[in-house]
């Protein structure tokens, strides 16, 4: 146990995707394709004047998969997503829980998303969740 938290933090240092199956990390959407297939980096929330956090890219961490057909995505304020509710809608997490539909998702552009969690399993994209950032 204690070998495979060795090899896990060593692939993490070099900047290699190590994500336990169906487990969810904090990454920034770079690609949307018409086919489904997503692009991201990872993550890392920094403290900032504004708003008291931002999250920027952590370089080497490129990452793609393809959406899963029946994928689940959330927004917190749905901005790009005009089948979402109006308001404000969270969760604990941070993330938004206004539900969006694939297509929808896929129209969007990279720069209209703010930092997302985001689960693969399988290679599969299952779930996206999109921060709330003000």
Not at 115 to 120: E, F, L, M
């Amino acid at each position: 146990m204690i070998a495979a938290a060795v090899s896990a933090a060593v692939l993490v240092t070099a900047g290699a995707f190590v994500l336990d199956d169906g487990a969810a990390a904090d990454g920034i959407v770079t690609a949307i394709h018409p086919d489904g297939r997503v692009e991201w980096t990872d993550a890392r929330f920094v403290k900032a004047e504004e708003n008291g956090s931002s999250a920027e890219r952590v370089p080497g961490t490129a990452h793609q998969a393809v959406l899963a057909g029946d994928v689940q995505i959330f927004t917190a304020v749905g901005s790009w997503c005009v089948s979402a509710a109006a308001g404000l809608a969270t969760g604990l997490d941070g993330t938004g829980s206004h539900p969006c539909t694939r297509a929808e998702f896929l129209a969007a552009t990279p720069d209209s998303l703010d930092a997302v969690k985001i689960t693969v399993k399988d290679d599969v994209v299952t779930r996206i969740a999109e921060y709330y950032h003000p």
